[in-house]
């Protein structure tokens, strides 16, 4: 035998296509994204905002008059912060 071995796809471990680039990790695209999509669902579940924003009190509702609003629903200045 003078042929180098098959390289293996990472994910299905099918022999890569002979057509595949030479330092190919994956089958096929299906495969690289299938791949990609499970590392990123174990390393973050949540979607992206951090703690801090979505926890921290803020006038980011507005009402039909777009009056800003607190999240309780009351409204809330502009000018004091501690509405
Ligand atoms: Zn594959």
Do not use: F, I
Request: net charge positive; charged share 20%.
């Amino acid at each position: 035998m003078t042929m180098t071995a098959t390289p293996l796809c990472e994910r299905c471990e099918q022999p890569l296509p002979v057509m595949a680039r030479r330092h190919a990790r994956y089958c096929s695209g299906a495969c690289k994204q299938a791949a990609y999509r499970a590392r990123k669902t174990s390393a973050a579940a949540s979607p992206s905002l951090p703690d801090e924003l979505t926890t921290r009190a803020r006038w980011v509702r507005y009402s039909s008059a777009k009056v800003p609003l607190t999240p309780a629903g009351r409204a809330a200045s502009s000018t004091d912060p501690a509405t």
